[in-house]
T-cell receptor, first 114, second 113 residues
């Protein structure tokens, strides 16, 4: 399957700090998605990006769809303890034989110290 | 109702048992998905149903048998599983196959002993 390279693999930060993580792909996606997963729960969609160059915010979260359509980043500003969890990027094609498949990055485990 | 409900939340089964996982949504979504997730790994797609018909089978072993009896329900029948099948099984739905707007359930934590 298609590989998404997500980095960093883990982050340990102090409450109040900003966080940045990114994803790159060897192929082009039509949609980039960012999910957060808490222990014992399913992934929850944070931000969806549809267009190359698009910059979208959701509260303290900001994500961008790279202009090459092969990368995306997620920033979290002023982190708080409830930001703890695993963050996954995912790419999606909206046509062709891969329609309906999400390709996930390996995840970034975020730990926030009070 | 904006949720995908999965039952049971936890399941322990022996290698000779037959069990089923259930997934339900009432959002009118016509695409439903089964994913398998091992600890600290991303979800891996297993099956996609579109309008109650199997659309994608990611070469999943036949000991996993999906079923979509109606547009709101998705089952995963399990038989003769192996310990390496222990994982979190996630169900998801979206308005149609190809819509990115997945809603995931909380998953069933399966342990095969």
């Amino acid at each position: 399957g298609q590989q998404l390279n997500q980095s960093p693999q883990s982050m340990f930060i102090q409450e109040g700090e900003d966080v940045s993580m990114n994803c790159t792909s060897s192929s082009i996606f039509n949609t980039w998605l960012w999910y957060k997963q808490d222990p014992g729960e399913g992934p929850v969609l944070l931000i969806a990006l549809y267009k190359a160059g698009e910059l979208t915010s959701n509260g303290r979260l900001t994500a961008q769809f790279g202009i090459t359509r092969k990368d995306s980043f997620l920033n979290i500003s002023a982190s708080i303890p409830s930001d703890v969890g695993i963050y996954f990027c995912a790419g999606h094609h909206d046509r062709g034989s891969t329609l309906g498949r999400l390709y996930f990055g390996r995840g970034t485990q975020l730990t926030v110290w009070p | 109702d904006t949720e995908v409900t999965q039952t049971p939340k936890h399941l322990v089964m022996g290698m000779t048992n037959k069990k089923s996982l259930k997934c339900e949504q009432h959002m009118g979504h016509r695409a439903m998905y089964w994913y398998k997730q091992k600890a600290k790994k991303p979800p891996e797609l297993m099956f996609v149903y579109s309008y109650e018909k199997l659309s994608i089978n990611e070469s999943v072993p036949s000991r996993f048998s999906p079923e979509c009896p109606n547009s709101s329900l998705l089952n995963l029948h399990l038989h003769a599983l192996q310990p390496e099948d222990s994982a979190l099984y996630l169900c998801a739905s979206s308005p149609r196959q190809g819509d990115y707007g997945y809603t995931f359930g909380s998953g069933t934590r399966l342990t095969v002993v």
